[in-house]
């Protein structure tokens, strides 16, 4: 069955940096695009940031562009998600999704657990 099982979460310092980590089983990984997507707390679910099956394109909300970097390894079966830059708004369980394509068709039928990271000083 599929799974998706994030890592990397933790404490930073506002400015500081932390890489997101999700192995992915049970499917065929490259043949599809993946996301991130976060929940601060008493918040809803916000989408992230995607990439395509093969890494040609990826996607940012506003949120995080320009200090989020998406990634992903098909021989590792893993997605990453590299965050500089950290603001106490980033603050949020983090999960990665599996979509229903090749492309972001934002149609998520698979998340994993997620990881907590916490923004503060």
């Known amino acids: 069955q599929v799974q998706l099982v994030e890592s990397g979460g933790g404490l930073a310092q506002p400015g500081g940096s932390l890489r997101l980590s999700c192995a992915a089983s049970?499917?065929?990984?490259?043949?599809?695009?993946m996301s991130w997507a976060r929940q601060a707390p008493g918040k809803g679910l916000e989408w992230v940031s995607g990439?395509?099956?093969?890494?040609?394109?990826?996607y940012y909300a506003d949120s995080v562009k320009g200090r989020f970097t998406i990634s992903r390894d098909n021989a590792k079966n893993t997605l990453y998600l590299q965050m500089n830059s950290l603001k106490p708004e980033d603050t949020a369980l983090y999960y990665c999704?599996?979509?229903?394509?090749?492309?972001?068709?934002?149609?998520?039928?698979?998340w994993g657990q997620g990881t907590q990271v916490t923004v503060s000083s």
């Open positions: 990439i395509y099956s093969d890494g040609s394109d990826t």
């Open positions: 999704a599996k979509d229903a394509s090749y492309y972001p068709r934002y149609e998520y039928a698979y």
């Open positions: 049970g499917f065929t990984f490259s043949s599809y695009a």
